[in-house]
T-cell receptor, first 114, second 116 residues
């Protein structure tokens, strides 16, 4: 089955700087890669996703890049703000399956230092 | 507001007792899921249901049971057979995607179970 590795497990950045979180996956058939943000005391919330027919997707300060050859994808947050502090999870799945086969990474705790 | 409501938020249980976690959604979603979250681990799927009166085991179903008698409700019972039940439990739902494959999950705020 799919295996998703996520790094780093913790990340601290100065407010205004950029943050990058990386994930690798094992199943070359995977073609859907969402990122979820979990704030303290809340459930995860989708912030951005990418499908394998594109290499990069942006939404304001957030971007995700995908390298299918190397089987890795990354989350980029620019101009970080205190409200970006949270735990971020990457995930991977194949269009052959539904959400029941979505495999999550182990999470990155991002702390923005004011 | 549409969303998913999980209750209770915190629950303490003695060893050997069964406990049921509630999950209710008013999003009119067909599919519902239960995940377990442990420190340093990703979300692991316990059970899922794609339609009323039908549910399937996920990756770590042993020691858990579910029911799906109504579209809006998907309760999870943590039985005494679950060897390590202390964890954070998340319920989620999703609407049918436009095509095949995974799509957006909407999560509840979670229930933290502690076994004493």
């Amino acid at each position: 089955g799919e295996n998703v590795e996520q790094h780093p497990s913790t990340l601290s950045v100065q407010e205004g700087d950029s943050a990058v979180i990386k994930c690798t996956y094992s199943d070359s058939a995977s073609n859907y890669f969402p990122w979820y943000k979990q704030e303290l005391g809340k459930g995860p919330q989708l912030i951005i996703d990418i499908r394998s027919n594109v290499g990069e997707k942006k939404d304001q300060r957030i971007a995700v890049t995908l390298n299918k050859t190397a089987k890795h994808f990354s989350l980029h947050i620019t101009e970080t703000q205190p409200e970006d502090s949270a735990v971020y999870f990457c995930a991977a799945s194949s269009s052959r399956f539904g959400n029941e086969k979505l495999t999550f990474g182990t999470g990155t705790r991002l702390t923005i230092i004011p | 507001d549409g969303g998913i409501t999980q209750s209770p938020k915190y629950l303490f249980r003695k060893e050997g007792q069964n406990v049921t976690l509630s999950c209710e959604q008013n999003l009119n979603h067909d599919a519902m899921y239960w995940y377990r979250q442990d420190p340093g681990q990703g979300l692991r799927l316990i059970y899922y249901s794609q339609i009323v009166n039908d549910f399937q085991k996920g990756d770590i179903a042993e020691g858990y049971s579910v029911s799906r008698e109504k579209k809006e409700s998907f309760p999870l019972t943590v039985t005494s057979a679950q060897k390590n039940p202390t964890a954070f439990y998340l319920c989620a739902s999703s609407a049918p995607g436009q095509g095949s494959g995974a799509n957006v999950l909407t999560f509840g705020a979670g229930s933290r179970l502690t076994v004493l």
